[in-house]
């Protein structure tokens, strides 16, 4: 549903090929935002990008790679001349028991999720405090508050995003840029759909809304933070997540 206040915003979504990132790349495109969706598979974002109507352009980014985020980065703020909002969703999963887990899956878990939320904010923070206005929106999760067994890797690096949005929002509210964090719960996506009835039915009882939140769910809470109604929040994270971490 179109949105008042985004017309012609500039909207760069990470990890906005599918699921989450591709509800909120739709919303912002409907509400007259001009999005970039970032991918790390160049043809997925072009496929997701060709299916939004509206000013969606869609560019290839591992957001672990610091030299590309520059690059990638520095070529959407030269063409749009600022950025006024960063959602920063790309993130990956690599679950198992400690025990079991390998360094390097640690690794890929901790650089995609916490390294590339902390290279994007960074790569849009110039032109923010420049224009000095913004909104950085990071995705983290409820097992970034709660943790979740099998999921180690995954609940550090979405409580490490927490920790870095708190300490960023205090570095730079003086030029009225406000970082916040959206924690959703299950999200009927790609992945959830892919578990079994047994699987379903065992989360679903951990949740007092008693279902799925949806992709729309957090697009919305995603405009809430980066419209005109939030601009005295910063450094806050809001659950999505129909009761699941109370």
């Given at each position: ?6 017309e012609?915003k500039?909207?760069?979504?990470t ?10 790349a ?24 060709a ?6 352009s ?26 006024d909002?960063?959602?920063n ?28 939320t ?92 008693k ?33 699941m971490a109370?």
């Amino acid at each position: 549903m179109p949105v008042d206040g985004f017309e012609n915003k500039r909207v760069i979504i990470t990890g906005g090929s599918r699921g989450i990132g591709e509800q909120v790349a739709r919303a912002f495109a409907s509400s007259g935002a001009r999005v970039a969706i970032l991918a790390r598979n160049e043809e997925k974002a072009k496929e997701a990008a060709a299916a939004i109507p509206g000013d969606v352009s869609a560019w290839g980014l591992d957001v672990a790679d610091e030299a590309a985020v520059n690059e990638v980065f520095g070529q959407i703020l030269e063409q749009w001349d600022g950025c006024d909002v960063l959602v920063n969703n790309a993130g990956i999963t690599r679950d198992k028991l400690v025990p079991m887990l390998k360094a390097d899956e640690w690794d890929q878990v901790m650089n995609t999720n916490l390294r590339g939320t902390f290279l994007c904010a960074r790569a849009v923070l110039r032109a923010m405090l420049k224009q000095r206005s913004g909104r950085i929106i990071n995705i983290t999760s409820v097992v970034g508050l709660n943790g979740n067994a099998g999921q180690a890797n995954y609940s550090a690096s979405k409580a490490g995003i927490i920790g870095f949005t708190k300490s960023l929002a205090r570095e730079v509210a003086s030029r009225s840029v406000t970082v916040n964090c959206i924690a959703p719960g299950l999200i009927d996506t790609d992945m959830t759909q892919a578990l079994n009835d047994k699987q379903r039915e065992q989360i679903m009882g951990q949740i007092p809304m008693k279902r799925f939140g949806t992709g729309d769910e957090i697009a919305a809470a995603t405009q809430f933070l980066a419209g005109e109604g939030a601009t005295y929040i910063t450094g806050e994270v809001l659950r999505v997540d129909g009761g699941m971490a109370m």
